[in-house]
């Protein structure tokens, strides 16, 4: 079992920028590779980016590529994303997910595929 919290969610301006944090607990971090997800009122949760086990290979969604960046330090069990020029349309709550991954460069933008999800923190932008 694996226990995600996020944190680092909060109102801002268009253009600003946000850092989200994702704590595990409970199990080896560095056997998990990361996600991103994110669910604005009546859309269905969508992926935005991903982290492999060794932080090695990432990938993002077409919407947030060059102004969003995914990290994860392995030895404070913490996953990041950095988001920069930020816009209205990224309001929404931000989710974490881990999933057991085989491989150092797995990832996936299937919110099916992971495992174990946080409670989600808050992103509003404000025009």
């Known amino acids: 079992q694996v226990q995600l919290i996020e944190s680092g969610g909060g109102l801002v301006q268009a253009g600003g920028s946000l850092r989200l944090s994702c704590a595990a607990s409970?199990?080896?971090?560095?056997?998990?590779?990361m996600g991103w997800f994110r669910q604005a009122p009546g859309k269905e949760r969508e992926f935005v980016s991903a982290?492999?086990?060794?932080?090695?290979?990432?990938a993002y969604a077409d919407s947030v590529k060059g102004r969003f960046t995914i990290s994860r330090d392995n030895a404070k069990n913490t996953v990041y994303l950095q988001m920069n020029s930020l816009k209205p349309e990224d309001t929404a709550v931000y989710y974490c997910?881990?999933?057991?991954?085989?491989?150092?460069?797995?990832?996936?933008?299937?919110?099916?595929?992971?495992?174990?999800w946080g409670t989600g923190t808050q992103v509003t932008v404000s025009a």
């Open positions: 997910a881990a999933r057991t991954a085989r491989t150092t460069s797995y990832t996936s933008t299937k919110n099916n595929e992971y495992d174990y």
């Open positions: 409970g199990r080896t971090f560095s056997n998990y590779a």
């Open positions: 982290i492999s086990k060794s932080g090695t290979r990432t």
